[in-house]
Structure formats: C-alpha cells, structure tokens
C-alpha cells in the first residue's frame, strides 16, 4: 500500500491529515482512520527535506 501511495525507500512520515506521527500506537490509528476517508495528505521527509504528498483512496 505504501509504494501504491508513493513512500519511498527511506522516507519518514512525519504527519498524516495533520496528526504527527509520534508512537508506534499513533501509526496505527492514523492507519486504522485511512481506510474510512476519501483523500490522505502526508508529510514525508525525504532526503532531508519536507515533502507534501496528497492522495486520493478510491
């Protein structure tokens, strides 16, 4: 799923709609809250740099 949404190799999630990602729990509820919505914007960090990354889930 995460290649499908374009995480790459050695990307870090910072954030999910807004939530950071700041324990192995919160992961999981965040990913948990993904398969009932219509869109997902994340917050990567990508070879030392923020990157906004907005997917629509059909």
């Given at each position: 799923?995460?290649?499908?949404?374009?995480?790459?190799?050695?990307?870090?999630?910072?954030?999910?709609?807004?939530?950071?990602?700041?324990?192995?729990?919160k992961?999981?509820?965040?990913?948990?809250?993904?398969?009932?919505?219509?869109?997902v914007?994340?917050?990567?960090?990508?070879?030392?740099?923020?990157?906004?990354?907005?997917?629509?889930?059909?």
């Amino acid at each position: 799923m995460f290649s499908a949404i374009g995480i790459r190799n050695g990307d870090v999630v910072m954030s999910v709609n807004g939530s950071p990602i700041d324990s192995p729990q919160k992961a999981l509820d965040i990913y948990q809250s993904m398969m009932t919505q219509s869109s997902v914007n994340l917050t990567v960090l990508r070879r030392g740099k923020e990157e906004q990354l907005t997917y629509a889930i059909q």
